[in-house]
């Protein structure tokens, strides 16, 4: 494995990303991707076109292959017909004129995991991540794209790694900078991670930012226990909220609560009505909060913007054995779940809410041929979460990841990702330098 070194402010630990190799899992696999720093002395050739005495691609000879791209596991035709160049020398001198402000920008663009590698060419990069103008530029470009974020406890010791989806890469993240708590994983958005968990008997919420390896403590509740949780983030603003309802062991007395990072502080609103709750996933989308109740049938959405409740009257499709709740971009609403009473007649389907008519319209079914090797077993348990209308499934047994495209209509395995095991949770993940704890 190569090691991703560098350091860290204070609150926080020695930052020191693990490079894991493709496949990790399968360990017949030794190869490791070598990522090189730019910049640095000597004559060497970092030029990206052909080496004189390399074989021949020129157009009389083309050859046309496949190949996968970085993200989904499709096949795409890549022709190769473009004639040798002669090497470029670079000037050390020249590229060491480059300006500031084009360098930080070319800096932002590069994959967040990447940048430790390159903090160790001088000591001018090596302090990048302290710089305000790289993190302006880097807060400004468009995400690296999404990735997997596994969670457990080895030993009761925390361990994280990530999976990228772009780069097909995993990397370990460190986590021994979190305080010795029982704590659990919440969810992540825009760069930064919530956990809940107990510090003693004392009920607790922090929030992290796994790649700056800083973290607090959120304030006490108005009523602290354990609660179901969830975070969003405005980076418009740069804050951060995090919404309480219920107890999770069903106490209904309790009032929604809502941490706002700007107030540093919980709010108390409207007690969500008396309900029957099908289970304790929820999704955030369009400022709106939803439930899946049994009785009445329907959501229970919670209006962050407003501060209360009201009842959706949306059936759940007939023969439902299972359902999540999916985000998807903009006001997309996903029912994700299990449909059939038998096994060799059940199948994987999604349907999205038409808030109009307050109805679910199917949108999509899983093929065969992939509901078959992600759940072998009709009692098999899954877990299901989405991002920007990508929904991930995760098989408990198989520890499998399946990803679906809901915009490319398009499903493929998670390369090399076995995702998940008894103890560990998993969620997707937007690698940020920019999120800010505050």
């Known amino acids: 494995m190569d090691a991703i070194g560098g ?3 204070s609150g926080s630990g020695e930052i020191g990303l693990q490079l894991m190799r493709n496949g990790f899992y399968r360990e017949e696999e030794s190869c490791v991707k070598q990522v090189c720093a730019l910049g640095g002395g000597g004559s060497r050739n970092t030029s990206p076109l052909g080496r004189v005495g390399s074989r021949n691609t020129s157009p009389s000879r083309q050859k046309v292959i496949k190949t996968k791209p970085r993200g989904l596991d499709e096949e795409t ?26 360098l930080n920008e070319i800096l932002a663009r590069v994959p967040p995991f990447m940048i430790f590698r390159l903090r160790s060419v001088c000591k001018r990069w090596n302090s990048i991540l302290q710089d305000s103008s790289f993190l302006k530029f880097h807060s400004q470009v468009p995400s690296h794209g999404p990735c997997l974020l596994t969670f457990w406890k080895n030993s009761q010791t925390p361990q994280c790694s990530v999976f990228s989806l772009p780069l097909k890469t995993w990397y370990r993240i460190p986590f021994t900078f979190l305080p010795p708590w029982a704590f659990w994983l919440v969810g992540s958005s825009g760069g930064l991670v919530c956990f809940s968990g107990l510090d003693g008997l004392t009920f607790k919420t922090l929030v992290c930012n796994p790649l700056t390896q800083c973290w607090r403590a959120l304030p006490s509740m108005h009523y602290n226990q354990q609660r179901q949780l969830i975070m969003v983030v405005d980076r418009t603003d740069r804050s951060f909220k995090v919404i309480a309802t219920s107890d999770i062991y069903g106490d209904k007395s309790l009032p929604t609560e809502v941490y706002d990072s700007k107030l540093n502080s919980w709010s108390l609103h409207q007690i969500m009505p008396a309900v029957n709750l099908c ?81 679910w319209v199917e949108m999509s079914r899983m093929p065969p041929k992939y509901f078959r090797a992600l759940l072998r077993l009709s009692a098999e ?27 490319k209509k398009v499903w493929s395995w998670i390369a090399g990702c076995a995702l998940q095991s008894y103890n560990s949770q998993v969620c997707f993940y937007e690698p940020r330098f920019d999120a800010s704890i505050h």
């Open 279 to 359: 289970s304790s996933k929820m999704a955030f989308c369009d400022s709106r909060l939803y439930l899946e109740t049994l009785s009445p049938l329907g959501l229970m959405m919670y209006r962050l913007d407003m501060g209360y409740w009201e009842h959706i009257p949306a059936k759940f499709p007939r023969s439902l054995l299972d359902g999540y709740l999916v985000a998807g971009t903009q006001k997309r609403l996903f029912l994700v779940g299990r449909i059939g009473l038998y096994s060799t007649l059940q199948s994987m389907r999604i349907w999205e809410l038409d808030h109009s008519k307050f109805m």
């Open 381 to 407: 348990r899954f877990e299901c979460f989405g991002q920007d209308n990508l929904i991930c499934f995760t098989s408990w047994n198989q520890g499998k990841g399946l990803l679906y495209d809901v915009d």
């Open 77 to 102: 035709v890549t022709t190769f017909g473009k004639a040798v160049q002669p090497d470029v020398q670079m000037e050390d001198n020249i590229w060491a004129m480059l300006p500031e402000d084009l």
């Open 7 to 9: 350091s860290s402010e």
